[in-house]
């Protein structure tokens, strides 16, 4: 009785702050909950806390999971959870998740109590009320908040201001302050904390512009590819040691960006409060804000490469792709992954897909097939055949028939003799029949009392196969 007792007076407080900016920091918040407890005779034993997270899910708050993963638990060694107000419990978008995550608590013997709330968390019908109001201008406020927010950047970035995001290559950021010249940052997360700074985007390094302006050439090329492009920027160790490894998506990437023609889009997508991806937007809907940045290269320059790409947007047809094999094996004298994978036009998957192999490449080309990869194209051609037998299906009429052709053969049925009749196997019979002994029984035939023994412990072993 004197521990449960002791357990009555024991609380932990739960903080949460999603942003710094919040006028209830989390020490003012432990402030107001150890008030309340010094004025309920409350210990508090514990913090659990959720420092710069937001409250509109349970995904991220680690703190809060932790908790409630205790009292779930029945690990508890306290009976009363202090936070700070309504809010701080979360922000859900349906108020009924925050009622379930407290009637959790409140079934576990553990009373949730609002420190700074002008009820008493009691019960009583005016409390749930009050709770209910609380909870949904709590989801309301972050609705609100979520479309200010959006219109607020909507409208910067139609001023040309960038709003966050990664930077793309070749360019930095500045910080001003809005209508102002650019003032010195001392580290960006400082910068970003103070009120009306505003980012704007400037060139990088020369070296980095040039080699935008690069890319954007060797593309225009004839029969260039973002394969090519990305082999030819990999064999340049410069490039390669100071700038770090182009891959062909990041080459694409770069092509596509609008940015370096100065001009800033946003609004790409339309997302619900909570949402980390949302749905597309029309494209009239974007915000579009030109000779919003420095320029990196010509707007004709950026319309015929993407002229160029959508040309080689179409699908690829087996006739290009094997003119592109012929053209590999003449200017290197062989045909094999390696090389498609460094010369060819399309990537090693392209052609897979087309031709199924390279043995079936070379005999396409008549080129002599090697040992590896005669083994190769036989193993597959195996794997084939053994994947086409297992999907051919059957009717019961048909294994019926296989079972008793088996009967004869054998004297007797078993698994071993089902898997050494040729096809179907054991596990068709089990799959189509529910199980081996339904099987047996739709042929009439009597398994020996051997043969009971070990499909009783057999299905013992597999209760959900043998029924």
Do not use: C
């Given at each position: 009785m004197a521990k449960n007792q002791r357990r009555t007076q024991r609380a932990v407080q739960y903080v949460r702050m999603s942003t710094e900016r919040q006028d209830y920091s989390i020490d003012f918040q432990m402030a107001t909950n150890t008030a309340y407890a010094m004025e309920h005779g409350l210990e508090i034993v514990r913090t659990y806390e959720d420092a710069g997270i937001s409250g509109l899910s349970l995904e991220k708050r680690a703190g809060l999971k932790q908790l409630l993963a205790e009292v779930v638990a029945g690990e508890t060694d306290f009976a009363t959870i202090l936070v700070y107000d309504v809010s701080r419990w979360g922000r859900f978008q349906n108020p009924d998740q925050a009622a379930h995550y407290e009637f959790i608590c409140s079934e576990a013997g553990v009373r949730v109590a609002y420190c700074a709330e002008p009820f008493e968390n009691d019960g009583s019908p005016t409390s749930a009320l009050l709770k209910h109001l609380k909870r949904a201008m709590a989801a309301e406020y972050s609705r609100d908040l979520s479309q200010k927010v959006s219109r607020a950047q909507r409208g910067l970035l139609a001023e040309g201001y960038w709003i966050?995001?990664?930077?793309?290559?070749?360019?930095?950021?500045?910080?001003?302050?809005?209508?102002?010249?650019?003032?010195?940052?001392?580290?960006?997360?400082?910068?970003?904390?103070?009120?009306?700074?505003?980012?704007?985007?400037?060139?990088?390094?020369?070296?980095?512009?040039?080699?935008?302006?690069?890319?954007?050439?060797?593309?225009?090329?004839?029969?260039?590819?973002?394969?090519?492009?990305?082999?030819?920027?990999?064999?340049?160790?410069?490039?390669?040691?100071?700038?770090?490894?182009?891959?062909?998506?990041?080459?694409?990437?770069?092509?596509?960006?609008?940015?370096?023609?100065?001009?800033?889009?946003?609004?790409?997508?339309?997302?619900?409060?909570?949402?980390?991806?949302?749905?597309?937007?029309?494209?009239?809907?974007?915000?579009?804000?030109?000779?919003?940045?420095?320029?990196?290269?010509?707007?004709?320059?950026?319309?015929?490469?993407?002229?160029?790409?959508?040309?080689?947007?179409?699908?690829?047809?087996?006739?290009?792709?094997?003119?592109?094999?012929?053209?590999?094996?003449?200017?290197?004298?062989?045909?094999?992954?390696?090389?498609?994978?460094?010369?060819?036009?399309?990537?090693?998957?392209?052609?897979?897909?087309?031709?199924?192999?390279?043995?079936?490449?070379?005999?396409?080309?008549?080129m002599p097939l090697p040992p590896r990869y005669a083994y190769l194209d036989a193993h597959l051609r195996a794997s084939n055949r053994k994947r086409q037998d297992h999907c051919q299906t059957y009717t019961m009429d048909e294994l019926t028939a296989r079972l008793r052709s088996a009967l004869a053969e054998h004297g007797y049925l078993s698994e071993q003799v089902l898997n050494s009749h040729g096809k179907p196997g054991s596990s068709t019979y089990r799959r189509r029949f529910g199980s081996i002994p339904a099987a047996y029984k739709a042929i009439g035939y009597q398994p020996s009392e051997r043969q009971l023994r070990a499909m009783a412990s057999a299905a013992k072993r597999r209760p959900e196969t043998f029924r």
């Open positions: 966050g995001g990664k930077v793309p290559f070749g360019f930095r950021r500045v910080f001003t302050y809005r209508g102002g010249p650019a003032v010195p940052a001392v580290t960006d997360a400082l910068m970003r904390k103070q009120q009306g700074v505003r980012t704007r985007l400037v060139h990088g390094p020369d070296a980095e512009v040039s080699l935008v302006r690069r890319i954007f050439r060797m593309y225009l090329r004839s029969a260039a590819t973002f394969s090519t492009v990305s082999r030819a920027l990999a064999r340049d160790q410069g490039v390669r040691d100071s700038m770090g490894f182009w891959s062909p998506k990041r080459v694409a990437d770069t092509l596509r960006n609008e940015t370096y023609v100065g001009r800033l889009i946003g609004g790409r997508r339309i997302k619900g409060v909570g949402e980390p991806w949302g749905v597309p937007a029309p494209r009239e809907q974007w915000i579009v804000a030109e000779d919003a940045v420095p320029a990196i290269v010509s707007e004709a320059t950026f319309q015929s490469t993407r002229r160029k790409r959508l040309r080689r947007a179409g699908p690829i047809t087996r006739e290009a792709a094997l003119a592109d094999v012929r053209r590999v094996a003449v200017e290197h004298g062989d045909i094999s992954q390696r090389l498609l994978r460094l010369h060819g036009q399309y990537s090693a998957g392209v052609y897979g897909r087309i031709f199924g192999s390279i043995g079936q490449l070379r005999i396409l080309l008549n």
